[in-house]
């Protein structure tokens, strides 16, 4: 259980600095907070009063009506906190804010005017107010209104529960309210009990029963899933100021990292729309910055360079206007300004077209309706708050859809000491088939919350919500949605519900609870004195938190542990058909051309080379197929022979044709993972040019970009590092015959917890190989028992996937140099000894790899120098990559030492090498 709020503050204007140029502003402070010291856990924020009136400090000469709203704040971790503010108006003298030099209403009889009570809350106050008790409300020449807020901080978006306290302290204030016994209630009592009674109760709890002690009956729960955003009627409060395109491109522009600017009169809209918008994008988390309501005094954050939504008061408009480079949305005008050079990536079609269907069968019911002939009574209109949930259930089932298939192109590195996983995007893209002409999906792939996604949903094993049992089922659902489209309102519908229970309170055994929140009477602004808020005994506060902390803590020994029969081994979800490479394969033309290729393969490499020009041509053409690429891939690798298999010069030019045709019309990033097939075998297969020398493929297939691209060498490298991860543990499985007794979770245990469909959709590879676990599912079961493991144990798990990932980042580094450097590189004799770069190279390995990204687009890593550099390009290059991989594998500091060490000295051995075989190339005959 954590705390419900963390700080109470009282805030109010400081007429004793120096006045802004505006004559009614005056400048704030924070009277009182509690408590008065930090908690260890979260410190208290400085300058939380800016928030608390963001168009400034303005006295008014009417009394303001009570208003209430919250602002979102982030502390220096990026975890956000809930600022709720209630706002009411104090008097103060003129005379003291120095408005006036005298009091117009005093007597000729020679009576002086009153003293300055300093004292006594600082003001000087018409004779008929009774000092520290009561203030005016009337019209009175010689007093302003100025701000008073009630603020509290806490990490929970509650904003009912939060309504309720502060009103509640307001109430017993203003109506100066009794207890049962008649005896006055005390706003330190309140105060005490907010921050040391009140605990949040852990997800999945019974609802926490409480009172503040002002004759209130309240309570509060958290949402079953911790994870899943509150909205109350937030959402559907957008779609109506708004309209669905408008909010469809928003959510578009969230999810490329636009910057998006809300404004409007009201501060509540501003917060609902601003944490309605970032809900649509679950099961993500918006990283970026995001101000609901920014205060004016800080203006100049509209400036900046990085993403953001913000949102301001409708009377900055000058400053609003200013802004070339940001989405404006007017809430109340209900108007989406894009600015002329901004271009927003819309949500690929047909996505967009049955999300938008969707949305109106939700929002707009009565429009397929509206043309029946017969008009039938409809039913009532639903709740905001069940609309709310049914229009996040379309935009769950959309964000779904976007991820569909992310499970798959999940790499695991490392298990222990820390599990790492990373994210293949190249091969998310292929499964997806993304044309070069779609952005959306790669720069949704490239944004940092995508990022923060993997790093906490990839894990597998771990408490599932929502999210991850209609990421498993989504595959179906739409599948039976093609044949009967009731269907589509069906699921939107239980899927709302969910959303739905999630954030409502169900007692045990039905049970109902009223709350009971006093109110202050109607008209209460109209009294003619009005009490002072007065200052708090801080000793009587903190007396009571104490008292609360305590009780809390024994109640706390008490209660049962939590579960942790809740985690649970993630769900695979259904693959998508372009993940298998056999999947065009039943098109009779294509499985026609796949004959054709696999025959002349086998012609090559038996040597009838008249057969196979004879279909060359054809096989060429076919090549340019995804299925053909993928098979040529799998036929050569069936005619590899050990770790070197020597061709004739024909045989040898026929497989570079081959081989560079496939990698010609293959992706730049590699999405169908052509190249990561290829590379292997352009190290396999040669061809002798005279003893001692040979030629193997990779010399004559350097000229694509893919080489060039670190993240194809990345995500390379990791796929090598999981297989060989997998098959540690499943040697050290059969090693402690653990698979006879327990064994991890097995694809059969997998299988039977579904049935039907649903159980292929879980893992396919459980129906396909059902004695052939997938890494994940191992990983999860080390996960998993991670905590009964011995110390020995896990350094010896350690140890062995650290070497691992150390043979395979030598074996990279060998074969990317092998690619890399080209076969007609004429090394200078005269230059610069390589020896002489390596130490310059090691120690500026590090500097280079910072500037690395991970974008598609990222640069090659090659410098602009001179063609004859020696190598110095090259082993930069590789550097780069050295480090990063190694970094994000946690190898330790003495391998990476020994990897960049390895690399000039690597670099000038194939220099040599090359140098023999262009020599010997060249005076070959021509084929």
């Known amino acids: 259980m954590s705390r419900f709020v963390d700080y109470f503050v009282i805030c109010g204007y400081d007429h004793t600095k120096g006045r802004s140029g505006n004559h009614k502003e005056s400048n704030s402070q924070v009277i009182q907070r509690f408590p008065e010291k930090d908690w260890p856990d979260i410190p208290f924020i400085h300058g939380i009063d800016l928030f608390c009136q963001p168009n400034g400090w303005l006295l008014s000469t009417e009394r303001q009506e009570p208003t209430f709203f919250i602002s979102v704040l982030t502390d220096v971790e990026g975890k956000r906190l809930y600022c709720p503010c209630l706002s009411f108006s104090e008097a103060v003298s003129k005379e003291k804010l120095g408005l006036t030099s005298v009091i117009d209403d005093i007597e000729d009889d020679g009576q002086q005017a009153p003293m300055s009570?300093?004292?006594?809350?600082?003001?000087?106050?018409?004779?008929?107010?009774?000092?520290?008790?009561?203030?005016?409300?009337?019209?009175?020449?010689?007093?302003?209104?100025?701000?008073?807020?009630?603020?509290?901080?806490?990490?929970?978006?509650?904003?009912?529960?939060?309504?309720?306290?502060?009103?509640l302290i307001y109430t017993v204030y203003t109506e100066r309210m009794a207890g049962t016994g008649g005896e006055p209630i005390k706003l330190e009592t309140l105060v005490g009990n907010m921050l040391g009674l009140v605990t949040m109760p852990s997800p999945g709890s019974p609802p926490l029963k409480f009172s503040l002690g002002g004759n209130d009956r309240q309570i509060i729960q958290p949402p079953t899933y911790p994870d899943i955003p509150v909205t109350g009627a937030r959402v559907a409060l957008l779609f109506q100021q708004l309209g669905i395109r408008s909010v469809l491109t928003l959510f578009s522009a969230v999810l490329t990292e636009q910057k998006i600017l809300f404004y409007s009169s009201s501060y509540s809209r501003l917060t609902d729309s601003c944490t309605a918008l970032i809900s649509l994008i679950y099961p993500m988390r918006y990283s970026h910055t995001l101000v609901p309501v920014l205060p004016h005094s800080i203006l100049e954050v509209l400036s900046s360079p990085t993403p953001y939504i913000i949102g301001v008061h409708s009377q900055h408009q000058e400053h609003i206007d200013e802004l070339l480079d940001v989405i404006t949305v007017d809430l109340d005008g209900g108007m989406l300004t894009i600015p002329e050079n901004m271009t927003i990536h819309q949500i690929q079609e047909p996505l967009r077209t049955?999300?938008?269907?969707?949305?109106?069968?939700?929002?707009?019911?009565?429009?397929?309706?509206?043309?029946?002939?017969?008009?039938?009574?409809?039913?009532?209109?639903?709740?905001?708050?069940?609309?709310?949930?049914?229009?996040?259930?379309?935009?769950?089932?959309?964000?779904?859809?976007?991820?569909?298939?992310?499970?798959?192109?999940?790499?695991?590195?490392?298990?222990h000491p820390q599990p790492f996983i990373t994210f293949h995007k190249a091969a998310f893209l292929g499964l997806r088939n993304v044309s070069q002409e779609c952005d959306f999906i790669p720069r949704f792939l490239d944004c940092m919350f995508f990022n923060d996604f993997i790093y906490q949903k990839g894990t597998p094993w771990r408490k599932c919500d929502v999210f991850d049992e209609l990421y498993a089922n989504i595959g179906e659902h739409i599948a039976l949605e093609l044949n009967d489209h009731q269907k589509i309102l069906t699921h939107i519908e239980n899927l709302a519900k969910e959303l739905y229970d999630n954030e409502n309170c169900s007692l045990p055994n039905g049970q109902n609870y009223s709350q009971r929140i006093p109110l202050p009477t109607e008209g209460h602004m109209m009294r003619v004195h009005q009490p002072i808020f007065p200052t708090l005994d801080t000793a009587l506060v903190a007396k009571i938190i104490e008292e609360n902390q305590r009780h809390n803590q024994l109640t706390a020994e008490k209660a049962p542990q939590p579960n942790s029969s809740q985690y649970k081994l993630v769900p695979m979800g259904q693959r998508l058909l372009g993940s298998t490479s056999c999947n065009l394969t039943m098109v009779p033309n294509s499985a026609r051309r796949l004959e054709v290729l696999r025959n002349c393969i086998t012609s090559i490499f038996e040597n009838k080379i008249s057969d196979a020009k004879k279909t060359f041509p054809a096989v060429i053409r076919a090549l340019k197929s995804k299925a053909a690429r993928l098979a040529l891939c799998e036929e050569l690798g069936s005619h590899v022979s050990g770790n070197q298999t020597m061709l004739e010069h024909q045989q040898f030019d026929l497989i570079v044709r081959l081989m560079n045709a496939a990698l010609q019309d293959d992706s730049d990033i590699d999405m169908h993972g052509v190249a990561a097939a290829l590379l292997p075998l352009a190290t396999t297969f040669g061809r002798k040019l005279c003893p001692g020398v040979i030629q193997f493929v990779y010399t004559l297939i350097q000229d694509h970009a893919v080489w060039q691209n670190l993240q194809f060498w990345e995500s390379a490298f990791f796929n090598d590092v999981q297989n060989g991860i997998k098959d540690l543990y499943l040697a050290i499985q059969e090693q402690n015959l653990y698979a006879k007794n327990q064994g991890v979770i097995s694809a059969q245990l997998s299988v039977e917890k579904h049935v039907g469909s649903r159980a292929r959709e879980v893992r396919k590879s459980a129906v396909l190989h059902p004695q052939d676990p997938s890494v994940l599912e191992i990983a999860s079961n080390e996960i998993k028992k991670i905590t009964n493991l011995s110390e020995a144990n896990v350094r010896e798990r350690t140890i062995n996937e650290e070497q691992t990932v150390y043979a395979q980042a030598i074996h990279y580094t060998t074969r990317m140099v092998c690619v890399l450097i080209p076969m007609d590189f004429k090394p200078e004799r005269n230059g610069k000894a390589l020896a002489d770069h390596s130490s310059d190279m090691i120690s500026n390995s590090i500097s280079n790899s910072v500037a690395d990204t991970d974008s598609i687009d990222a640069e090659s890593g090659f410098d602009d120098t001179e063609p004859n550099d020696n190598g110095i390009s090259v082993i930069k290059f590789v550097s780069r990559f050295v480090d990063k991989v190694c970094a994000e594998s946690s190898v330790n500091e003495h391998h990476l030492k020994s990897l960049k060490q390895m690399v000039p000295g690597l670099v000038a051995m194939h220099l040599e090498t090359m140098e023999a075989v262009s020599r010997e190339a060249k005076q070959l005959p021509p084929v």
């Open 354 to 415: 049955n999300v938008c269907y969707e949305l109106s069968l939700v929002f707009h019911p009565e429009l397929y309706l509206a043309d029946n002939a017969f008009q039938s009574a409809r039913a009532g209109s639903k709740s905001p708050e069940l609309l709310d949930k049914e229009l996040r259930a379309v935009m769950l089932r959309l964000m779904t859809r976007l991820l569909q298939g992310y499970r798959s192109c999940l790499t695991l590195v490392r298990i």
């Open 117 to 167: 009570l300093l004292s006594m809350r600082g003001t000087s106050l018409p004779r008929h107010v009774v000092p520290g008790v009561s203030l005016p409300t009337g019209v009175d020449d010689s007093v302003m209104y100025a701000p008073k807020c009630l603020a509290l901080v806490s990490r929970h978006d509650m904003t009912e529960t939060f309504r309720n306290c502060l009103g």
